[in-house]
T-cell receptor
Framework: TQLLEQSPQFLSIQEGENLTVYCNSSSVFSSLQWYRQEPGEGPVLLVTVVTGGEVKKLKRLTFQFGDARKDSSLHITAAQPGDTGLYLCAGGGNQGGKLIFGQGTELSVKP | GAVVSQHPSWVICKSGTSVKIECRSLDFQATTMFWYRQFPKQSLMLMATSNEGSKATYEQGVEKDKFLINHASLTLSTLTVTSAHPEDSSFYIC???????????????FGQGTRLTVV
């Protein structure tokens, strides 16, 4: 069974701080996505990484796919209250269209 | 990406009744959709894979007779919670499998979710 271990599960920080969320697996994924979800809403796709070692930036968010395509990280610089939400990583490509989700990281950024 | 509309956003029903949730792919023909269940502050738990024109594939532990899935067209999948009980109260989310033309990206686009409360 493929698993994605996401950490930390909860994170509460002050506005302006930096943070990193990690997703790790013993399995290789063809692609890995990061989603952000707000309460009462469905997850929204932030980015997809497909190449080992790939780095993508989305404003203050930096996403990295590990060289072996088994792990990924999300780094947020100078976090803002608007970044508050549930962040989910998901790996795909190994079971048809199914995605394997990490446990999620509940981020709270206080003003 | 794909635009996915889920309806209703929330529903309250009495114990023992059935509730139908619709998931529509508005701009993409979806042969495959997925149904998830989510508890507060937790990740998504895959319930079943909905395949257009054929039977759904259920994950282990999910009762197929309780959670009926119908995917009659390329734009609509429905999840019916039959004989609902309070323990079925949860947030249900659908997604569309939006694999890219290269074939190795498995991106999903989600509906807004349905908050089901069974009283």
């Amino acid at each position: 069974t493929q698993l994605l271990e996401q950490s930390p599960q909860f994170l509460s920080i002050q506005e302006g701080e930096n943070l990193t969320v990690y997703c790790n697996s013993s399995s290789v994924f063809s692609s890995l996505q990061w989603y952000r979800q707000e309460p009462g809403e469905g997850p929204v796709l932030l980015v997809t990484v497909v190449t080992g070692g790939e780095v993508k930036k989305l404003k203050r968010l930096t996403f990295q796919f590990g060289d072996a395509r088994k792990d990924s990280s999300l780094h947020i610089t100078a976090a803002q209250p608007g970044d508050t939400g549930l962040y989910l990583c998901a790996g795909g490509g190994n079971q048809g269209g199914k995605l394997i989700f990490g446990q999620g990281t509940e981020l709270s950024v206080k003003p | 990406g794909a635009v996915v509309s889920q309806h209703p956003s929330w529903v309250i029903c009495k114990s023992g009744t059935s509730v139908k949730i619709e998931c529509r792919s508005l701009d993409f023909q979806a042969t495959t959709m997925f149904w998830y269940r989510q508890f507060p502050k937790q990740s998504l738990m895959l319930m079943a894979t909905s395949n257009e024109g054929s039977k759904a594939t259920y994950e282990q532990g999910v009762e197929k007779d309780k959670f009926l899935i119908n995917h009659a067209s390329l734009t609509l999948s429905t999840l019916t919670v039959t004989s609902a009980h309070p323990e079925d109260s949860s947030f249900y989310i659908c997604s569309v499998d939006y694999s890219t033309s290269k074939g190795h990206n498995t991106e999903a686009f989600f509906g807004q979710g349905t908050r089901l409360t069974v009283v």
